[in-house]
């Protein structure tokens, strides 16, 4: 399995990856072109001196005018870029050179020309341009954008460190709150796709394949009823019950249930899954857990006793035809009726026909009932801080 590197890495990094990318390539097609500007720009400037020294020139060589082509030739070489020139007869002898010193950083292109006089061939000029000025100009442009897209690339690079760093920080805030795990991948996106996965339900009934659903059923059972309608007049009691629907509602929303009607005294939600697992098992005990503690703190905050017991019980449904699916639901309700009705005050039972008590000693600890089904003792200590941290999340929005 490959290495998942965090956010904070991966998109700084692939920010410094593309601005090489693009950098080279820039710099491969900037500098092509600086060099074929370098070696026109030398080919138009030893053209132009040539032409212009050969029109100067050219009477003086006819009439044997030494004096003349040699102050021609004095007078082109004071351009900074020439360095030489030299004029010969038409027997190749020498006749008149105008030529300064060279430093060792010139790099001398030689240009030549015949000189006609009423076409006769007179003699042949010949320079010497430097080039190494026309190559520093256009290199010196390359130079630029070097240094602009390098500071580009660092700026580019930090501002994406310092804007994913935060945000690699919140989303695995929001990762650790969600059930699940403790043990999260490098890349946050990925783990906080795994931690929702088993939270996350069909947006609606038409994207529902017809297939076999494993749900679980949870009732809880407020045994007190009877006693709290003597005790409460009409609108504390509707208050209460208020509090404990939207407490229940709020639970759900984070644990992907779904509130079904109950009866007299009982609170019915399920949470479904594709598959058998104890997995899915787990996502249901913490949420009756989560829903447990929290109303015990708003039993407390309001100075009621509410004596619940959670009962959980699971099958394989078909999610159509629809009344199969409500007709399976039923069983389910009388299924964790009658187990409510031997719990004790607290108690969170759960019926598992296809798992013993060792296999589901992986997610949380059980004692024995009877058969098929367990007390549930409590949690390993790493679930249990992330179970806290639901809780809380839970009474900051619900209290």
Not at 141 to 152: A, E, G, H, K, P
Not at 225 to 245: P, S, T, V
Not at 280 to 306: K, N, T
């Amino acid at each position: 399995m490959h290495r998942q590197y965090s956010m904070a890495k991966k998109l700084p990094a692939a920010v410094l990856v593309l601005c090489l990318i693009f950098g080279l390539l820039s710099w491969a097609l900037l500098a092509g072109n600086a060099s074929n500007l370098s070696q026109k720009t030398l080919q138009e400037k030893g053209d132009l001196t040539i032409n212009q020294l050969v029109e100067l020139i050219r009477g003086p060589l006819f009439t044997r005018d030494t004096i003349s082509i040699q102050v021609a030739l004095q007078k082109v070489t004071e351009d900074p870029v020439i360095l030489n020139a030299s004029v010969y007869d038409v027997g190749g002898q020498f006749v008149a050179q105008s030529k300064k010193n060279t430093s060792q950083t010139a790099i001398a292109s030689q240009f030549s020309r015949e000189i006609a006089v009423q076409d006769t061939q007179a003699g042949r000029l010949v320079i010497d341009v430097d080039r190494q000025p026309i190559d520093q100009r256009f290199n010196q442009v390359v130079i630029n954008w070097l240094l602009l897209w390098t500071l580009f690339t660092l700026l580019s690079t930090y501002g994406c460190h310092r804007y994913t760093e935060p945000l690699s920080r919140r989303l695995r805030q929001l990762t650790n709150r969600l059930p699940g795990s403790s043990d999260t991948l490098g890349d946050e996106v990925a783990a906080l796709e795994m931690r929702l996965q088993p939270l996350l339900s069909k947006s609606s009934e038409e994207d529902v394949a017809e297939t076999d659903y494993y749900c679980s059923l949870i009732t809880a059972t407020i045994k007190n009823r009877q006693r709290l309608e003597g005790q409460l007049n009409r609108q504390n009691l509707a208050q209460l019950f208020e509090k404990i629907d939207y407490c229940t509602l709020r639970t759900l929303e984070l644990y992907g249930g779904q509130r079904i009607e109950g009866g007299d005294g009982r609170i019915n939600f399920y949470i479904r899954s594709t598959q058998v697992s104890k997995q899915h098992l787990l996502i249901c005990l913490m949420a009756v857990y989560s829903l447990q503690q929290l109303l015990e703190r708003l039993s407390e905050e309001l100075g009621i006793d509410l004596e619940i017991c959670w009962a959980l019980s699971s099958s394989a449904l078909p999610s159509a035809p629809l009344f199969r699916h409500h007709e399976g639901l039923d069983k389910l309700k009388t299924a964790t009726a009658s187990l409510a009705s031997e719990l004790e005050t607290g108690a969170i039972a759960i019926q598992s026909s296809e798992f013993d008590i060792e296999q589901l000693s992986s997610i949380a600890r059980f004692l024995p009932f009877r058969d098929n089904c367990f007390i549930l003792q409590g949690f390993p200590e790493g679930r249990h801080l992330l179970l806290e941290k639901q809780i809380q999340h839970l009474v900051s929005i619900c209290l």
